[in-house]
């Protein structure tokens, strides 16, 4: 099965950087996801990281090591636009290998 | 291109009622999934059809709900009965069959059961 943790709230200052974490315990790893879902809409898709390190996409980097079981995402230059939840999601393997276990998600408050 | 669409967007019945949610995935994205959303918590996977096939149902409570895709492209996905805990957004997702792991959502039916 899998297991996924990570903070249920984080409030940044708008203008300022913000790294939301998220560790996972899993019987098979195939990759790592990040959705932004605003309230009352559906979730988008961020990032993907399948191997160790880092990869950026404009405001938004995220980060994966596989042998520690972590993933974070760093927003840079916070907006208010991007005050959301922010779920990790972690697919698996096997015979439903496109699944996707989600985390409860990370409700980011940007304040003035 | 067009996103997935969901209908109804709402809905609210009495518990044990029945009701009724239809998706029509993004052209051309053989897998299509189905999740429950309850306040507060991430997306749980409900079902996920590769065209008209169940590639995986064993988080779906068989006893009340069901699913199909009989022609492999649109689904829909029924309650019945409804209980008070079925109260949860109902999102669709697809993704594309080669190598396409990303998962696109709907905007979702929100159920309320009374």
């Known amino acids: 099965g899998q297991n996924i943790d990570q903070p249920t709230e984080m409030t940044a200052t708008e203008g300022a950087i913000v790294q939301i974490n998220c560790t996972y315990q899993?019987?098979?790893?195939?990759?790592l996801f990040w959705y932004q879902q605003h309230a009352g809409e559906a979730p988008t898709f961020l990032s993907y990281?399948?191997?160790?390190g880092l990869e950026e996409k404009g405001r938004f980097s995220s980060f994966l090591s596989r042998s520690k079981g972590y993933s974070y995402l760093l927003l840079k230059e916070l907006q208010m636009k991007d005050s959301a939840s922010y779920l990790c999601a972690v697919r698996g393997t096997g015979a439903g290998s496109y699944q996707l276990t989600f985390g409860k998600g990370t409700k980011l408050s940007v304040i003035p | 291109e067009a996103g997935v669409a969901q209908s109804p967007r709402y809905k609210i019945i009495e518990k044990r009622q029945s009701v009724a949610f239809w998706c029509n995935p993004i052209?051309?994205?053989?897998?299509l999934y189905w999740y429950q959303q309850i306040l507060g918590q991430g997306p749980k996977l409900l079902i996920q059809f590769q065209n008209n096939g169940v590639v995986d149902d064993s988080q779906l409570p068989k006893d009340r709900f069901s699913a199909e895709r009989l022609k492999g492209v649109d689904s829909t996905l029924k309650i019945q009965p409804a209980k008070l805990e079925d109260s949860a957004v109902y999102l669709c997702?697809?993704?594309?069959?080669?190598?396409?792991?990303?998962?696109?959502f709907g905007p979702g039916t929100r159920l309320l059961v009374l």
């Open positions: 052209s051309g994205h053989a897998t």
């Open positions: 997702a697809s993704s594309a069959l080669a190598g396409g792991e990303t998962q696109y």
């Open positions: 899993t019987s098979g790893f195939n990759g």
């Open positions: 990281n399948v191997l160790d």
